[in-house]
């Protein structure tokens, strides 16, 4: 397992057009996390999952958007009719649920979305 | 809401110079902050979180609850430190990330 990753890495895609990304995230973790990171900012939380329950999601996350993690394993991040604003890196990350409060995220490499 | 401050966007030291990247939140409970790390063609990775109170490659950071602060320190750079930093506060459902530090250690 050589940690989580992402597909595909760069995607350039016209507007109106939709996309579709993969995360696949470590192995036995149960946790995965969308981000976007837009130049010069840190990373924004877009949605949680806990197995296959998406458990929470950010008021960034309009109603354009749509994630799954059907079988609690890879998730899709789906993006219908893009828009040039959606341009930006989306990471995905993934986590260990234990006792603890908060466990470490591990992020992929993440997926340049070019939206021309 | 939650919210993360990194003033500086671009931080330059010289190698053996102490360095000091600024972090403020703004949160009324108890707050859990970490730093996280992105090396040059490198995935972002955990640095250091305030609850383990550990020196990660002689960095350290201290939670003043007073300042609302979390500054991250290291003594003596090295090249090796340049990197993007990143404060943020979280809990196991999502991070709130600052907006980075670009830290750059000339020789």
């Known amino acids: 397992d050589t940690g989580v990753s992402q597909n595909p890495r760069h995607k350039i895609t016209k507007r109106g057009q939709n996309v579709t990304f993969r995360c696949d995230p470590i192995?036995?973790?149960?946790?995965l996390y969308w981000y976007r990171q837009t130049l010069g900012q840190g990373p924004e939380f877009l949605t949680y999952f806990q197995n296959e329950a998406q458990l929470e999601k950010s008021r960034l996350l309009s109603d354009r958007f749509s994630a799954e993690r059907p079988k609690g394993s890879f998730s899709t991040l789906e993006i219908q009719r893009t828009e040039q604003g959606d341009s930006a890196m989306y990471l995905c990350?993934?986590?260990?649920?234990?006792?603890?409060?908060?466990?470490?995220?591990?992020f992929g490499p993440g997926t340049r979305l070019t939206v021309l | 809401a939650q919210r993360v401050t990194q003033p500086e966007k671009l931080l330059s030291v010289f190698k053996g110079a102490p360095v000091e990247l600024k972090c403020n939140y703004s949160y009324s409970g108890s707050p859990e902050l970490f730093w996280y790390v992105q090396y040059s063609r490198q995935r972002l990775q955990l640095l250091l979180r305030?609850?383990s109170r550990e020196s990660i490659k002689g960095f350290t950071a201290d939670l003043n609850k007073g300042e609302t602060s979390f500054h991250l320190k290291k003594p003596f750079a090295q090249e090796e430190d340049s990197a993007m930093y990143y404060c943020a506060h979280g809990s196991a459902r999502q991070l709130t990330f600052g907006s980075g530090t670009q830290l750059t250690v000339l020789p």
């Open positions: 305030h609850i």
């Open positions: 192995s036995e973790h149960n946790r």
């Open positions: 990350a993934s986590s260990l649920k234990t006792g603890k409060s908060y466990n470490e995220q591990f």
